[in-house]
């Protein structure tokens, strides 16, 4: 009786990994970051403000968030995009529309980071940025000013807004973002890093889509989260490899 007992056995934990593959890969879809301004979940948010209006069937940010995403200095973070002078507005809607991204898209799980930090307790990290959005973001704030490489850290904000580091100088965007690439993935602490892929082609996130096509960033999320969920899977053939040889031990 004891191989058809362990048979058994063998099949419950296959199926029970398999069911946890499963869970994770619906873990990382269609939810909302742990962060500041984030809603616990993502929902419909008819009225969002002009750049965020594409998420606005499924979304992760509020109307008002939306709209404070749009400000200069906005109450989100405080944060001034004038720091080093007026930035160029084809410049600044990059920032908008990043801002927008990043408060209102429920399709960054795969690339969700637990992080100890008193205004949030996740970010993401390495979202795969399709190459065109990267690259046009670079030109058009090739003409703008700043004074910081990492938007994340270094700032003074005595004043209550970001102004630059002391003795940091304003310098052109390409002085401190020489490539695409510097500025995508160093900007905000590797939250993106630019992906070889192109717009459309299904494995990099677009900053900029067009809602009457649908979002195309939930098959990007899709494809990642069911390769993440398949490398989870692998890792943990070790472990039930070692408990069915123990089971074949204690019963043969």
Not at 34 to 55: F, I, T, V
Not at 112 to 124: H, N
Request: include cysteine; charge should be negative.
């Amino acid at each position: 009786m004891a191989w058809p007992m362990t048979t058994q056995l063998l099949l419950l934990l296959v199926w029970g990994v398999t069911v946890w593959a499963a869970r994770a890969r619906t873990d990382l879809l269609n939810v909302c970051m742990d962060a500041k301004h984030h809603k616990e979940k993502p929902s419909p948010e008819d009225k969002l403000h002009m750049q965020c209006s594409p998420w606005k069937k499924n979304a992760c940010c509020s109307v008002n968030t939306s709209q404070e995403a749009h400000k200069d200095i906005s109450n989100l973070y405080k944060f001034n995009w004038d720091h080093c002078g007026q930035m160029e507005p084809a410049c600044k809607r990059h920032f908008i529309q990043d801002t927008c991204l990043y408060e209102c898209s429920p399709n960054l799980g795969p690339w969700i980071q637990q992080v100890d930090q008193s205004w949030r307790k996740e970010r993401i990290l390495d979202v795969p940025l399709c190459k065109e959005d990267c690259q046009s973001w670079w030109e058009d704030c090739h003409s703008s000013y700043t004074c910081n490489s990492n938007w994340h850290k270094g700032w003074n904000w005595t004043s209550g807004s970001n102004q630059c580091p002391v003795g940091a100088d304003c310098q052109p965007f390409h002085i401190y973002f020489p490539t695409p690439a510097a500025l995508c993935n160093e900007i905000w602490s590797h939250s993106y890093k630019v992906s070889q892929y192109s717009r459309g082609s299904g494995r990099c996130i677009q900053m900029w889509f067009d809602p009457a096509q649908g979002n195309p960033n939930e098959e990007v999320a899709r494809f990642y989260a069911e390769a993440m969920s398949g490398a989870g899977l692998c890792d943990a053939w070790p472990l039930l490899l070692g408990v069915a040889l123990m089971l074949l031990q204690l019963l043969s």
